[in-house]
């Protein structure tokens, strides 16, 4: 059980630098998520940690001890592979006991260490089979007993998942999640899945070309992304974007002139200047429809997604070229190209100003307007 | 392949500088690696190394004193020599010629071959002919080519025999110039080109049969989907298989030792046969000026090919 | 591990051994074939009973491997204690690696007997460039041979000129003279491959004829277009054109190529060396059906005649172990009774007072000539570059048969031009 | 669509009889080699093409039993020691060096090995003999079967096929392998190596069957028929240790037929490690 600190860690191939400069703290016993689109670098940062690529500058710390020129082996992690890694010529007993062996732990030790790991996992009836017999699930399996059997200070998981089927995915992804709570252990984990992260996470760090953009618990991130990047990466489906310009600012309000037409209102002490470009996020949740009498945005249905217990209407605007995406609950039908009129609920607003950050009252403000609406 | 040898183009990266980033520490720490590669790297620098540098000395040096420990440098004047040789000059375009038909012919001839065996209708039988297409890649050329020297001996060979019982006239073999330039053609063609038919039979099972597949439904006919579908798609292996056979006809030399002996009148008299020949006579400066100018000629349509390729992957 | 290692160390030092080397080993490198390995050996065992524990080994190249090997031999002082070829082919190694020093001392050294009975033609031979190089052990003679039966079959006569030549070859080629009912013969075997043998085959019928020379004269004129040296040229490129005379494969054909059809019984007519009478006296359907005779007459004026064909020679090698033994051993194989030996085995020897008995009549033809023996000019021994002349002459006789000049006397005129340029330039 | 399957038949029928046609012109000249080799050169010369020996006539197998003063064993124990021991030393030492380069081929003087590999490579493989020749008379190696073998286990094929299958080598397996505290030489001797196996034993093949067939290397660095191979014998015969063309047909017979065999029973082996050379190099 050990916690993990990055201090001003970087790593560059040659003149490409694929980490900037990153600072990062994960506490012990927790579950950290590193999540970002592909070539974010979330592999990279895991890979260093793990020793298999070398850092370019900064320090890794675990547990306060520096470990930038320790050798992989000697660090105390284990890692789980995308690909599983399971040594073709062995048994799954002689995989998941090649590391103590080579340490030479007593052979008794390691009969019972993979015997206790492979009854978490319940894999025992397949110890003594090789690797090419097993599904692809048995075979992620067993890279985790094999990882369990060290008993590392922090587990590694590099996209563990995406090999398998969608609901082999969210079985295993249960058991990572259970595995975490009974062995209490730190584990850092790379997905470019948000749903995963969102389930899975303590915390998430999100990344984006090889910059930490964000880290918080999946909700803080939900609730209050930093930028817009962080905003259209978690949640599904995505937060929509609608152009604006301020038009007022006062009294810790913010008034936008939307380009689709429409005005929003949003509490925001600090707001750009008037005139200043801006983005209105809102997730699909806080868009509405209404009626022809209704006071909003008109709209035409582009198409509707039919989920049973709630449907995504999808919605074309003017000034706008993506859908715009409204979360309606039960089950609603609209033909194509019916005019509607949309809302959108002020308190569910983002303002993103010109660079994409996002611009918020602190937080100790929040839960007023929270407990306003 | 001798087939022994082929040229990797990927491999001129290597020619990209060394990063000797704190050396030191580096090779301590890797000296596991060092160790694995010493007897590799003994062997290249001993065998491989050593005899290219040394051969380029040498063709800078007067022939007789090329062996003794203070050899005497006459620089370029085995160039200028085998260049102001008639025979030599004539070789080397011989040469040339030699590789561009048998380029043609082998690349082309493989791959009509593989699109034959790859196709529906022979089933069974494909496997065998395939087998019986690479066998002379494995066999000693000393043994085929003899074989064939006395199938086309005009006097009691196979192929004369046969094209009387044909009805038609004789063919001169390896008695006349142009007659024996184009027997090595043959035989060459014979002991590689079943080679070159694998390259492109393996590459034919890899294709994406969707493709295919769409363009049947699109109805077109069989020389159309051979046309518009498979020969793009294999386009990659038709380029490797040329630049194995333009290495490998460029240095045509057992075919013309056993057969020919470079003649009759010169018509067969290849480089690296000439440059052997000399080499027999002790010639060591030019016989090594020959091989350097083929070895220059190698490198040339190496970086050629490199450049291409690198240009063709960024398209 | 340690272990390994030594027995590994150990492996690759007897693997580093060159095979079969031993101190009281004399080996001899030559071109001869089987006939001439049983020769040196059983020279070998004689010498041994004076050097008792010297053993002789013998090994056979074919010609091409015995010229580069003995060349990259000497060049690099791996060669065997002595090497034996003709004496046209010890010029070329000489001239090549420049590391034999000479045989005077050893000539000097022989017995008198032995040195009175030395032919002075036969040292002239062995000499380039004033230096005495090799010890002359054989002198060869070239003569003519038709197959007797054949001649029989055809209705003629043993030829005399080249006119009969033309005639019978003609004849040979079409009239099925060996009754097997197929149309698998030739008039005439001979050899056009490379530089060296097809100047092989214009000497034997120029010399032969009585030519004093072929391409140049003793001071590097061209003779080439001389009235006589052009009537063998035109004659030699007539054998090509004449149908079926020889087969279209001569022009690439090396000695062994040309014994193929000789002792496969393609071609009727062909040079005989005395080397190859002991072999063919033992092939079936060849021994004892061939006439031995004069080389075919050119010119009117000159006795029939055969050639003096070359002289072969031994030489000692400066990378020998035991230059003196092996010196010893080629001059042991002068005397009579390793003459007998080479006689016996080879055809010829050196010597003019060796015992006749036990021959066959092919051998006798040789050993005991009853025609006159018309030297040949052995340039290649005066000039050192004449092999190089050889060679361009070669490049344009081989030209010719390719592609036949329509006006013989231009193309000859021409081609002594180019030789005597060839001359200026090799003179320089 | 009736018309379309006779059509197809025909089609069919094209191919077979031409595949045929080309089947029989690539086997031809084995057959034609092993019945000249039982038939006396008479009889050749009165049927050159016929299909079976008039009667199994093995004078010519008896003969070549001595060729020019070597016992035809020699040869054959010669083809088969030079053969198999370059082809262990490629194996070991050009897997080892393919593996070296391929983890690290960033390592100080690594560039160099592969930058003069690659040259090796492009130096036409005949022309190279000659200044081999030269080096391997600096080192007084010059008629050894070490001269020979050190040269014949140069193999820039087998580190072409060795450097594919290391490259397909999933990398996590070697990082896993040292995340479990593997030093390199574990790595290499209790993950590599053992996966190695069937490519080894492929590359060993194909090293086999290459070197079988050199005889310019061996004719060059010999210095007596002592350690002629028999493809190097055979040469040698054609051109003049013997002009016997039925014994000239029965040591290509000898020489042949044993690769032949061995091809047959691991064809699948031999030609796909060929093409994974040759496909990707």
Request: charged share 20%; hydrophobic share 45%; net charge negative.
């Amino acid at each position: 059980m050990a916690k993990l600190n990055l201090n001003q860690l970087s790593k560059s191939f040659g003149p490409v630098e694929v980490l900037k400069p990153m600072d990062l703290e994960i506490t012990d016993g927790e579950f950290a998520v590193f999540v970002g689109p592909s070539g974010c670098g979330k592999s990279t940062l895991l890979r260093t940690i793990a020793g298999l690529e070398e850092s370019s500058g900064g320090d890794i710390l675990i547990d306060g001890a520096r470990v930038n020129d320790t050798d992989s082996s000697e660090r105390g992690l284990s890692m789980v592979f995308q690909n599983y890694a399971l040594y073709p010529h062995m048994t799954i007993f002689e995989n998941m006991a090649f590391g103590l062996r080579i340490a030479k732990t007593p052979k008794d030790e390691v009969t019972r260490r993979v015997n206790k790991a492979a009854a978490i996992l319940k894999i025992e009836h397949m110890l003594d089979r090789y690797p090419k017999t097993l599904s692809g699930g048995q075979r992620q399996r067993v890279a985790i007993g094999r990882s369990i059997v060290r008993d590392p200070k922090i587990f590694l998981f590099d996209e563990p998942l995406s090999n398998l089927d969608a609901e082999l995915r969210v079985q295993m992804r249960i058991e990572i999640a259970r595995l975490h709570e009974t062995l209490g252990a730190t584990m850092i984990y790379v997905t470019h899945d948000q749903v995963e992260a969102m389930t899975l996470a303590d915390k998430i760090v999100v990344l984006k070309d090889g910059r930490i953009e964000q880290v918080g618990s999946p909700l803080d991130l939900y609730n209050a992304p930093a930028n817009r990047f962080v905003a259209g990466f978690i949640g599904s489906p995505g937060m929509n974007f609608l152009d604006g310009t301020v038009e007022g600012a006062g009294n810790g309000q913010c008034c936008v002139a939307l380009a689709c037409g429409g005005h929003v209102a949003l509490p925001l002490r600090d707001a750009p200047a008037v005139g200043a470009p801006v983005t209105i996020g809102v997730r699909p949740e806080h868009v509405s429809l209404g009626g022809a009498a209704d006071e909003g945005v008109a709209a035409t249905v582009l198409l509707t997604e039919q989920l049973g217990d709630e449907t995504h209407v999808h919605l074309s605007v003017k000034g706008s070229e993506g859908a715009i995406v409204a979360q309606v609950r039960g089950q609603v039908k609209l033909r194509s190209g019916t005019g509607v009129t949309m809302m959108i609920a002020p308190e569910g607003c983002h303002l993103f100003d010109e660079t994409g950050l996002a611009r918020r009252d602190p937080a100790a403000a929040q839960p007023e307007i929270a407990a306003a609406s | 392949m001798q087939t022994d040898t082929a040229v990797p183009i990927p491999f001129l990266a290597a020619l990209r500088p060394a990063r000797w980033r704190h050396a030191g520490s580096n090779i301590w720490r890797n000296r596991i690696f060092y160790i694995l590669i010493a007897p590799f790297a003994a062997l290249t620098l001993v065998m491989g190394v050593w005899p290219i540098v040394l051969g380029i000395i040498v063709s800078f040096t007067d022939s007789y004193t090329a062996l003794t420990p203070e050899p005497t440098y006459v620089w370029f004047q085995n160039y200028i020599d085998i260049f102001s040789d008639d025979l030599f000059l004539s070789s080397l375009w011989r040469t040339l010629l030699f590789t561009v038909l048998s380029v043609v012919l082998n690349v082309t001839t493989a791959l009509a071959l593989a699109l034959i065996l790859s196709s529906r209708s022979l089933k069974l039988a494909a496997p065998i002919c395939g087998l019986a297409l690479f066998l002379p890649v494995v066999t000693p050329e000393a043994a085929t080519f003899i074989v064939w020297k006395w199938m086309f001996s005009i006097d009691f060979g196979a192929v004369n025999a046969f094209l009387e019982d044909m009805g038609l006239p004789d063919f001169a073999g390896t008695t006349k110039p142009l007659q024996a330039f184009f027997t090595l053609v043959f035989v060459e063609w014979w002991h590689h080109v079943g080679f070159y038919t694998i390259i492109f039979l393996t590459n034919l099972k890899l294709l994406d049969p969707t493709l295919d597949e769409a363009a049947r439904m699109d109805g077109a006919r069989t020389m159309q989907r051979v046309w518009n579908v498979w020969i793009p798609q294999l386009r990659p292996a038709i380029a490797i298989n040329s630049i194995y056979a333009v290495i490998q006809f460029l240095k045509t030399f057992a075919v013309v030792v056993i057969m020919t002996n470079g003649g009759p009148n010169y018509a067969t008299n290849f480089l690296s046969f000439y440059a052997y020949s000399k080499f027999n006579l002790a010639d060591y400066g030019q016989a090594l000026a020959m091989a350097t100018v083929l070895f220059a000629i190698v490198i040339g349509l190496a970086v050629v090919v490199y450049r291409y390729n690198e240009k063709a992957d960024y398209r | 591990m340690r272990n390994g290692l030594k027995q590994c160390a150990a492996a690759a030092a007897l693997l580093a051994l060159p095979v079969g080397a031993s101190a009281q080993e004399l080996l001899i490198w030559h071109d001869k074939g089987d006939l001439g390995t049983v020769m040196f050996e059983d020279i070998g065992k004689l010498f041994a009973e004076e050097h008792p524990g010297v053993t002789v080994r013998a090994l056979s190249f074919p010609t091409d491997q015995w010229l580069s090997k003995s060349i990259a031999a000497l060049n690099t002082n791996t060669a065997p204690d002595l090497l034996f070829n003709d004496n046209f082919r010890i010029n070329v190694i000489q001239q090549s690696s420049g590391k034999l020093s000479g045989v005077q001392d050893m000539v000097d050294g022989l017995d008198d007997a032995t040195r009175a009975a030395l032919p002075e033609g036969a040292l002239d031979a062995s000499t380039l460039d004033g230096t005495l190089l090799m010890l002359p052990l054989q002198q060869a003679t070239g003569a003519f041979g038709v197959r007797t039966s054949w001649l029989e079959a055809v209705g003629e006569e043993y030829p005399e000129t080249w006119e009969d030549v033309f005639r019978i070859g003609k004849k040979f080629a079409t009239e099925d003279p060996d009754g097997n009912g197929s149309d698998d013969t030739f008039g005439m075997a001979l050899q056009a491959g490379n530089p060296s043998v097809t100047h092989q085959m214009l000497e034997l019928f120029g010399f032969g004829a009585g030519l004093d020379h072929l391409i140049i004269d003793d001071e590097g004129n061209v003779v080439l277009d001389d009235p006589r040296n052009a009537k063998l040229i035109q004659t030699f490129l007539r054998i090509f054109q004449e149908e079926g005379l020889v087969s279209p494969d001569t022009i690439n054909h090396v000695f062994t190529d040309m014994y193929q059809l000789i002792e496969g019984g393609r071609a009727g007519m062909f040079r005989v060396l005395d080397a190859n009478v002991v072999k063919w006296d033992g092939i079936e359907g060849l021994a004892g059906d061939y006439t031995i005779g004069p080389i075919p007459s050119l010119f009117e004026d000159e006795p029939p005649a055969v050639e003096m064909h070359s002289v072969r020679s031994i030489v000692v090698t400066p990378s020998s172990d035991n230059p003196e033994l092996a010196a010893q051993y080629a001059a042991f194989a002068l005397q009579p009774e390793s003459q007998a030996i080479m006689l016996k085995n080879k055809g010829s020897g050196v010597r003019g007072d060796i015992p006749l008995d036990g021959l066959s009549d092919t051998q006798a033809f040789f050993a005991k000539p009853q025609y006159p023996v018309n030297p040949n000019d052995f340039l290649s021994a005066k000039f050192a570059w004449y092999p190089e002349l050889q060679e361009a002459f070669y490049r344009e006789i081989s030209d010719a048969i390719a592609n036949p000049p329509a006006d013989f006397d231009a193309w000859i005129k021409a081609t002594a031009e180019k030789m005597q340029d060839k001359v200026a330039d090799l003179k320089d | 669509m009736k018309t379309r399957s006779v059509k197809d038949r025909s089609v069919a029928l094209l191919a077979w009889v031409f595949m045929a046609g080309v089947t029989f012109l690539f086997l031809y000249p084995f057959w034609w080699m092993i019945v000249s080799s039982f038939r006396s050169q008479e009889a050749m010369l009165l049927e050159p093409t016929r299909l079976l020996p008039e009667s199994f006539n093995t004078r010519a197998y008896g003969d070549i039993q001595t060729l020019g003063g070597v016992k035809l064993w020699l040869y054959t124990f010669n083809s088969v020691f030079i053969t198999v021991a370059a082809t262990l030393i490629a194996v070991g030492v050009t897997a080892l060096g393919a593996y070296a380069l391929y983890r690290k081929p960033d390592l100080p003087g690594f560039r160099f090995i592969q930058f003069g590999f690659l040259m090796t490579m492009m130096y036409p493989a005949m022309l190279l003999v000659i200044p081999v020749y030269l080096v391997v008379f600096q080192l007084g190696l010059l008629g050894t079967y070490a001269g020979i073998i050190l040269f014949l286990s140069l193999m820039p094929i087998l580190f072409l096929m060795l450097v594919q299958f290391f490259r397909s080598i999933p990398k996590e397996l070697i990082e896993s392998a040292k995340m479990d505290g593997a030093s390199e030489m574990q790595i290499f001797r209790k993950i590599v190596l053992p996966i190695s196996k069937p490519i080894l034993a492929t590359v060993f093949l194909i090293g086999f069957l290459l070197n079988w067939k050199q005889w310019l290397p061996i004719l060059v660095i010999a210095t007596s028929p002592d350690q002629y191979t028999l493809p190097v014998a055979l040469l040698s015969m054609n051109t003049e240790l013997g002009i016997d063309f039925q014994a000239t047909m029965a040591l290509a017979a000898i020489t042949t037929v044993p690769i032949i065999v061995l091809f047959l029973f691991t064809q699948r082996r031999v030609i796909g490690g060929f093409v994974a050379g040759a496909v990707k190099g």
